[in-house]
């Protein structure tokens, strides 16, 4: 027996995050891609097909997240593989910036 899921991917839009939505896709579930920008979003959605749609999410904003929930309605899965990263060599960053990686998920 096969069920269909409704599945976000916050970070869709490239990379691991636009594998797996490919991949659900592809078995039939209905994906939602999620980047900070709403025209690449859609743009990937529409290259993936099928039931996929794109959404603007920024995961530094709030109300970004707040205006996305209030509008996607029941998701079963989440994949979060976005990250809002300062790229340098470990021994180069600073506390605050490893920190920043971290602080969306608990602000």
Same mark, same amino acid.
């Given at each position: 027996m096969s069920t269909t899921a409704t599945i976000l991917v916050i970070g869709g839009t490239s990379g691991v995050g636009r594998a797996i939505a490919e991949q +659900?896709? #592809?078995r039939g579930d209905v994906v939602i891609v #999620?980047?900070?920008d709403q025209a690449r979003?859609?743009?990937v959605a529409q290259e993936i097909g099928r039931s996929a749609k794109g959404v603007a999410i920024d995961l530094t904003d709030m109300e970004s997240i707040r205006a996305a929930a209030t509008t996607l309605g029941p998701i079963d899965h989440l994949? @979060?593989?976005?990250?809002? @990263?300062?790229? +340098?060599?470990?021994?180069? @960053?600073?506390?605050e910036e490893a920190q920043a990686v971290f602080e969306k998920f608990w602000g």
């Open positions: +659900a896709a #592809a #999620a980047g900070r979003a859609d743009a994949v @979060l593989s976005a990250a809002a @990263l300062t790229y +340098a060599p470990f021994a180069e @960053l600073s506390v």
